[in-house]
């Protein structure tokens, strides 16, 4: 599996954003897909999840009705909408793959495959 995340850039506190995850590879829609931020000196941190074929996305509080995590089949897509950034949103995103099971764990080391990191900048 492979992913490659797009879309970061530098934004004002209360503007938007939206990052893509694009994904490749075999049996690729067999995977939950993920989103992580980590900040200098940090591990990354849970942000949500979203299964393919799925209309249901799942958050981390610091970011519920904010972030808008949602899948394209089609396109084999994964994107992070976030609206309402403010300066802690600031951070390097990753998007990860996790296997099938029926729980989804939200620890980063439960994930199998990574894509590269996309920086997301809030200025006050």
């Known amino acids: 599996v492979q992913l490659q995340a797009s879309g970061g850039g530098l934004v004002q506190t209360g503007g938007s954003l939206r990052l893509s995850c694009a994904a490749s590879g075999r049996a690729v829609k067999a995977y939950t897909l993920g989103w992580f931020r980590q900040t200098p000196g940090t591990g990354r941190q849970f942000v949500g999840f979203v299964r393919w074929n799925s209309d249901r996305a799942y958050y981390t509080n610091s970011v519920k009705g904010r972030f808008t995590i949602s899948a394209d089949n089609a396109k084999s897509t994964v994107y992070l909408q976030m609206n309402s950034l403010k300066p802690e949103d600031t951070a390097v995103y990753y998007c990860?793959?996790?296997?099938?099971?029926?729980?989804?764990?939200?620890?980063?080391?439960?994930?199998?495959?990574w894509g590269q990191g996309t920086q997301v900048t809030v200025s006050n």
């Open positions: 990860a793959a996790q296997g099938s099971r029926l729980r989804v764990a939200t620890d980063p080391g439960e994930f199998d495959y």
